[in-house]
């Protein structure tokens, strides 16, 4: 059986073998970091980096959680760290997100669950266990009963971040510098996302999925650089290649099968695909565009194409409804590039690209993001709608107006989400 999936009108809505996400409002969206890795201090001792911790929400969740009427935001990306909520294989303990989730369902926020970012549990180990996509899968099946109000959910956040974070560039978690590790930790996250996807159908069969991906261009210095360039522009979109079951080329295929995936474990992604049932979540931020040199070296280039380019890059490719999951940037640029991204958003959905809603994260200003959190320093990144002592920020206030603003007029164009056979 295929299924199809549609973007169409509320009023048009009229098959009754339709299941739909009815009555869904633009998302305008906040989250709150919750980014858990585990880091190699100098001293050579490990240490697990949790954001949650750092930014104080543990003890101000309730505040927190104000803020957001606050701000006028029904929507927010939010999860409990998977580390210590899943605390052994069967075994979970689910009283912080008791805590939380009801708190959010009584206060009538719409939650976008956020199942794994970045970390895993202990007794887990990191992203090269193989084991690891069987347990996510009976976590997220778990997840899916306790809470069984949530509808929309990104099982695992950044996958592509998430491999080269912890395999490529040795910052996180197992902390390797190669090619198989990177393909490896790619496998096995991109398989314990669409599990997860599989377990929570099983529970809740009209949910829907927002892969909050980072959306990246890498742009080649000079003509010796360009062969590099092309091939990082394709490695790019593998972690959503393997989620959606996107046919590869034999550059990719090639590059997959030399560092360690058998051409089996490549097919089950596309005979195990849920495309028909996602939402595309791009992630831009100034950092995302690259030079790439000819001796193989890349540095941030600052904004060349922008969310606008890259993202119809994305949506050319996979033909899914977008939703721009994550921006911010440093204060004092704050107010500029809320304005600049959301401009980039409205051109799209009024060029007739389907976009569903828009996301300064995070609600909070962030600590040690300066340093991708390698440094566990305490430095406050001013990047959040509000501070840390929960004081609204110059953004926080232009995103409050900018909702204000735009909210009705959009809700007056709202969209269903909208799957049915073909």
């Known amino acids: ?15 009754d073998q339709i299941i739909s996400m009815s009555g869904m409002k633009f998302m305008f969206a906040t989250g709150i970091e ?3 890795p585990t880091i190699i201090l100098p001293d050579g001792t490990r240490k697990r980096v ?8 543990y003890q101000h969740w309730e505040k927190d959680f104000s803020l957001l009427q606050d701000a006028g935001i029904e929507y927010l990306r939010y999860g409990v760290p998977y580390y210590n909520t899943h605390t052994a294989p069967g075994s979970y303990n689910w009283d912080f997100a008791e805590l939380t989730f009801n708190r959010l369902k009584r206060d009538g ?20 266990n193989p084991d690891m996509p069987g347990y996510f899968a009976e976590y997220a099946f778990e997840f899916a009963k306790k809470f069984p109000e949530i ?4 099982p695992i956040n950044e996958i592509f971040i998430a491999a080269m974070f912890s395999a490529q560039y040795g910052w996180w978690n197992e902390c390797l510098q190669s090619d198989q590790a990177f393909v490896n930790a790619l496998k096995n996250l991109c398989k314990a996302n669409v599990m997860a996807m599989h377990a929570i159908l099983k529970v809740r069969p009209d949910a829907i999925f927002v892969q909050s991906e980072s959306s990246e261009y890498f742009h080649a210095l000079d003509p010796a650089a360009a062969p590099l360039a092309r091939f990082l522009n394709q490695k790019r979109f593998l972690s959503l290649d393997l989620t959606y079951g996107y046919p590869l080329n034999v550059t990719m295929y090639e590059f997959l099968l030399e560092n360690g995936m058998a051409p089996k474990e490549y097919r089950w992604f596309t005979e195990n695909q849920v495309k028909a049932k996602c939402i595309m979540g791009n992630d831009y931020y100034v950092t995302n565009e690259h030079i790439v040199h000819p001796n193989g070296m890349t540095q941030a280039a600052g904004e060349i194409f922008g969310y606008y380019v890259i993202t119809t890059q994305y949506y050319r490719r996979y033909k899914l409804p977008i939703m721009h999951t994550e921006t911010n940037i440093r204060m004092p640029a704050c107010k500029e590039w809320l304005l600049k991204q959301w401009a980039n958003v409205h051109r799209l959905k009024h060029d007739g690209i389907p976009v569903v809603g828009f996301t300064w994260y995070s609600l909070l200003h962030q600590v040690d993001w300066d340093s991708a959190l390698r440094n566990d320093a305490g430095v406050v990144n001013e990047l959040g709608l509000y501070d840390l002592d929960r004081k609204i920020m110059p953004v926080g206030e232009a995103y409050r107006d900018l909702i204000n603003n735009w909210k009705d ?8 989400l909208i799957f049915h056979n073909q």
């Not at 199942?115 to 007794?123: A, I, K, Q, S």
């Not at 509808?151 to 990104?154: H, I, K, S, V």
């Not at 007029?409 to 269903?416: A, T």
């Open 1 to 15: 059986m295929i299924f199809g999936f549609f973007f169409v009108k509320k009023k048009d809505i009229v098959n």
């Open 50 to 57: 949790d954001e949650m911790e750092k930014t104080g929400h």
């Open 409 to 416: 007029i959009l809700s007056e164009e709202s969209y269903g």
């Open 109 to 128: 926020i719409t939650v976008i669950a956020d199942l794994c970012h970045f970390g895993v549990p202990d007794w887990l180990g990191d992203f090269q």
């Open 34 to 36: 919750n980014s858990y």
């Open 151 to 154: 509808q929309l959910y990104t």
